[in-house]
């Protein structure tokens, strides 16, 4: 086990780094919802078998922005609805067999739920393109342009993830929640961000997040991916252009928008996601209710205690019971 290597606790309750936001950051993600507005959903739902009773499994894909194919797996709890909801998205590159038991565990809590894949980690068409190269991975991905940028697509295949599950019949629209760790954490914090949807989002030790600190101090993960492009592309501009970039997706400029209660969890020993980088995020949130939990000796890995929480937050807010 590590120790902790970030801020004291102390600091990192008040640490609040300056907002990288570009003059034109609302004007562009609107601009980004027009364009996959323009993509009919063409959504698609196949039965699938699963050994587990009293709930009915589905593979639902649609298309995402730029027309890619996103999959996923849906499951409905096998009784009369209109039930709440869950959109949940996985960690960067981490989806083992799609995170197929863990939607129909949350199926199985009361709540339909869609697992978003996505688009080039698993399963899910990624149709972008990295006119500039890119390392290994999918952090530096077209990042000399906002336009291009791999994760301009994946944020919007998220909030179009939300539109086709408050569209479902036996979803209660007015009670869908959005949750994930890590990767899927990040986009739990974008779609609550950039969608009125959500009507609660928990994230996991939430990644792109204050990147300008993430570069300088994170000791493993796939942040170093963008320092292993600025040692191949040693030119200032270079850097300087990326950083643009990737003020458009950074959390701290987009949490301000959030409207939805958000619980997030952070282990002070996370080597990946480091505390200082969530707790940047957290404290930009401007809704009324938000709480983020601390726990001194986990890293970036499940917290059993944190899933409990979670458990009572969305309990709480899909189905109104304390």
């Known amino acids: ?149 791999y994760y301009r697509g994946v944020y919007m295949d998220a909030i179009r993830a939300l539109d086709v599950v408050a569209a479902r019949e036996e979803v209660d629209s007015t009670r869908i929640g959005v949750i994930g760790g890590s990767q899927g954490g990040a986009l739990t914090l974008a779609a609550a961000a950039l969608s009125d949807i959500p009507h609660v989002a928990v ?12 570069i300088d101090i994170t000791p493993t993960g796939p942040y170093l991916e963008i320092n292993e492009y600025f040692r191949r592309n040693t030119a200032p501009e270079v850097e300087e252009k990326a950083m643009e970039t990737l003020s458009y997706f950074d959390l701290i400029n987009h949490v301000p928008a959030i409207t939805c209660p958000v619980l997030i969890s952070i282990g002070l020993i996370d080597d990946i996601t480091p505390p200082s980088t969530v707790f940047a995020a957290y404290n930009h949130l401007q809704t009324e209710e938000k709480e983020i939990k601390v726990y001194r000796y986990f890293g970036h890995e499940t917290i059993p205690a944190f899933h409990l929480e979670k458990l009572k937050y969305l309990r709480k807010h899909l189905k109104g019971k304390e």
């Open 1 to 149: 086990m590590g120790q902790p290597y970030d801020l004291p606790l102390e600091q990192l309750r008040v640490y609040r780094p300056e907002p990288t936001r570009r003059d034109d950051f609302a004007a562009f993600w609107d601009e980004s919802k027009r364009i996959l507005a323009e993509t009919p959903i063409n959504a698609e739902l196949k039965p699938l078998d699963y050994p587990a009773d009293g709930v009915k499994l589905y593979e639902l894909s649609f298309a995402g922005f730029g027309g890619a194919r996103i999959c996923g797996y849906y499951a409905v709890p096998d009784t009369a609805g209109p039930h709440p909801a869950l959109v949940m998205y996985h960690g960067y590159n981490w989806s083992h067999d799609g995170q197929i038991h863990d939607v129909v565990n949350w199926a199985l809590h009361g709540y339909a739920t869609y697992g978003m894949l996505v688009r080039g980690q698993q399963l899910s068409e990624d149709n972008s393109i990295a006119p500039h190269g890119n390392t290994t991975g999918w952090m530096t991905k077209g990042i000399l342009s906002k336009e291009t940028y």
């Open 203 to 214: 994230a996991d030790y939430p990644y792109l997040s204050d990147f300008r600190r993430a």
